[in-house]
């Protein structure tokens, strides 16, 4: 009996789709065919090469929860199996201020969202700012209450967000006119560049593809459930990506679409008139308050991990009743309402955004060494077949190679900055090796 009610309180195999998909389809989306506009029709081909490599990354992460199941942490987890302690720990720590860093850009999404049915919010940085750490402060509370409770959150806001999505992109079919396609590269620059360019800002709007094997231990049957929820999830997003890029694409002018701030609202104002505005800005909304949900439940989960293997401090490790690690969690709610603050103060708002460019790399190379780490667990689990080896070889080569592209167009000064992030960590890191070390000879 006592199994049962444990097992109820995990997610199941659409809740961590829910999680999935709702981490990766946030506010961002809803702009993004504007965004990629400048690129030419060249955009719509990176998509379709970002959901491919992703595809193989989806088969990475399922396979490797299967090789480390029942464990919290995900590319961490997976990291530290595989190079040991100080590259877990090395990834544990980008991904953390990362995930930081997004959720504080989201919050912001989430309230400029807002500000289309609550004009103040635009206007006065004080309403702006207490709008922001209330939602920040409730979704804390809601996590807290146990898995289940921002299990529900999470699934309700998915649906919800996906409504207008799907209107759009499905319905904007009927409404394309091939001369407002843009030209298939109008970048100025050469199809390489245009092509590793589109790559690496699609590769962005998939980044979230690992969340359900982060909570692996409050997923039930994880290693059956997490490789479902991830294909579903890639496959959903996709369909979503490319149809709604397409639809948009094909209503909206290439000049005007280049200009426009909301393209999936004046999409949809095309298709159905001015009150569509409206819904389509309450998705934006629920997109974005529904990824912070997913991103803060993620976000608490990942110290925890890291504490149980004594490379954190131990606080960190603590759960309340509810089976929820409540210490990381209000430290990351402290940490993201300070980096949200930081955007409507004068002086810092270029430090945030360029924090926030930065914190893409960081969720990337976690990526990178979860490919590497399949092949080092998948070689070291048994004799392989010959057809074995090949799947092997080849599901990390194309995932690499993938990952390993998408981080080279990031930029040098990104990379630069990037690595700067990861040593950052070393005196942590270093503190805790010293006190795993001095507690074996006590």
Same mark, same amino acid.
């Given at each position: 009996?006592?199994?049962?009610? !444990?097992?109820?309180? !995990?997610?199941?195999? =659409?809740?961590?789709?829910?999680?999935?998909?709702?981490?990766?389809?946030?506010?961002?989306?809803?702009?993004?065919? /504007?965004?990629?506009?400048?690129?030419?029709?060249?955009?719509?081909?990176?998509?379709?090469?970002?959901?491919?490599?992703?595809?193989?990354?989806?088969?990475?992460?399922?396979?490797?929860?299967?090789?480390?199941?029942?464990?919290?942490?995900?590319?961490?987890?997976?990291?530290?199996?595989?190079?040991?302690?100080?590259?877990?720990?090395?990834?544990?720590?980008?991904?953390?201020?990362?995930?930081?860093?997004?959720?504080?850009?989201?919050? &912001?999404?989430?309230?400029?969202?807002?500000?289309?049915?609550?004009?103040?919010?635009?206007?006065?940085?004080?309403?702006?700012?207490?709008?922001?750490?209330?939602?920040?402060?409730?979704?804390?509370?809601?996590?807290?209450?146990?898995?289940?409770?921002?299990?529900?959150?999470?699934?309700?806001?998915?649906?919800?967000?996906?409504?207008?999505?799907?209107? +759009?992109?499905?319905?904007?079919?009927?409404?394309?006119?091939?001369?407002?396609?843009?030209?298939?590269?109008?970048?100025?620059?050469?199809?390489?560049?245009?092509?590793?360019?589109?790559?690496?800002?699609?590769?962005?709007?998939?980044?979230?593809?690992?969340?359900?094997?982060?909570?692996?231990?409050?997923?039930?049957?994880?290693?059956?459930?997490?490789?479902?929820?991830?294909?579903?999830?890639?496959? &959903?997003?996709?369909?979503?990506?490319?149809?709604?890029?397409?639809?948009?694409?094909?209503?909206?002018?290439?000049?005007?679409?280049?200009?426009?701030?909301?393209?999936?609202?004046?999409?949809? +104002?095309?298709?159905?008139?001015?009150?569509?505005?409206?819904?389509?800005?309450?998705?934006?909304?629920? /997109?974005?308050?529904?990824?912070?949900?997913? =991103?803060?439940?993620?976000?608490?989960?990942?110290?925890?991990?890291?504490?149980?293997?004594?490379?954190?401090?131990?606080?960190?490790?603590?759960?309340?009743?509810?089976?929820?690690?409540?210490?990381?969690?209000?430290?990351?709610? +402290?940490?993201?309402?300070?980096?949200?603050?930081?955007?409507?103060?004068?002086?810092?708002?270029?430090?945030?955004?360029?924090?926030?460019?930065?914190?893409?790399?960081?969720?990337?190379?976690?990526?990178?060494?979860?490919?590497? /780490?399949?092949? &080092?667990?998948?070689? !070291?689990?048994?004799?392989?077949?010959?057809?074995? =080896? &090949?799947?092997?070889?080849?599901?990390?080569?194309?995932?690499?190679?993938?990952?390993? =592209?998408?981080?080279?167009?990031?930029?040098?000064?990104?990379?630069?900055?990037?690595?700067?992030?990861?040593?950052?960590?070393?005196?942590?890191?270093?503190?805790?090796?010293?006190?795993?070390?001095?507690?074996?000879?006590?």
């Amino acid at each position: 009996m006592k199994e049962t009610a !444990k097992e109820k309180n !995990k997610l199941g195999l =659409w809740t961590s789709t829910s999680l999935i998909v709702g981490n990766m389809i946030g506010a961002g989306i809803f702009l993004a065919p /504007a965004a990629l506009a400048s690129f030419g029709s060249v955009s719509l081909l990176g998509w379709v090469i970002s959901a491919i490599g992703c595809f193989f990354l989806v088969k990475v992460f399922g396979n490797l929860s299967k090789l480390v199941p029942n464990v919290t942490g995900g590319p961490y987890a997976y990291t530290r199996r595989g190079f040991g302690d100080y590259m877990g720990f090395s990834i544990a720590w980008g991904y953390f201020l990362a995930v930081s860093c997004a959720n504080a850009a989201i919050t &912001i999404g989430f309230v400029s969202a807002l500000s289309t049915f609550v004009p103040i919010l635009s206007t006065n940085t004080l309403s702006a700012v207490g709008t922001g750490l209330g939602s920040i402060w409730l979704l804390t509370w809601v996590n807290n209450r146990g898995i289940r409770t921002s299990g529900s959150v999470q699934m309700a806001t998915t649906i919800l967000k996906l409504i207008p999505l799907f209107l +759009v992109a499905f319905g904007g079919l009927f409404f394309i006119k091939a001369a407002n396609f843009p030209a298939f590269n109008s970048s100025g620059t050469s199809l390489f560049t245009a092509l590793s360019n589109t790559v690496t800002f699609t590769m962005f709007a998939y980044v979230g593809i690992e969340s359900a094997t982060i909570p692996a231990e409050k997923v039930q049957n994880p290693q059956q459930t997490i490789p479902r929820a991830t294909l579903l999830g890639l496959f &959903i997003a996709t369909v979503v990506y490319v149809l709604g890029t397409v639809s948009v694409m094909g209503i909206i002018p290439s000049a005007q679409l280049k200009k426009t701030v909301t393209p999936f609202a004046d999409a949809a +104002v095309i298709m159905w008139g001015n009150n569509a505005r409206y819904w389509v800005s309450a998705g934006v909304a629920i /997109a974005a308050f529904g990824a912070l949900n997913g =991103w803060m439940l993620i976000q608490g989960q990942l110290p925890y991990a890291i504490a149980k293997d004594n490379l954190f401090p131990q606080i960190f490790s603590k759960e309340n009743k509810r089976g929820v690690p409540y210490v990381g969690t209000l430290f990351s709610s +402290v940490l993201i309402s300070i980096l949200m603050a930081m955007n409507y103060t004068k002086g810092l708002v270029e430090q945030f955004k360029f924090l926030v460019l930065l914190s893409t790399l960081s969720v990337l190379i976690p990526y990178l060494f979860s490919t590497a /780490a399949y092949f &080092i667990l998948k070689t !070291k689990s048994g004799p392989l077949k010959t057809n074995e =080896w &090949i799947q092997c070889i080849l599901l990390f080569a194309v995932s690499f190679s993938y990952v390993l =592209w998408t981080i080279a167009s990031a930029g040098q000064q990104t990379i630069y900055y990037g690595f700067l992030l990861q040593m950052i960590g070393i005196p942590l890191y270093l503190w805790m090796a010293a006190k795993k070390e001095s507690s074996l000879f006590q």
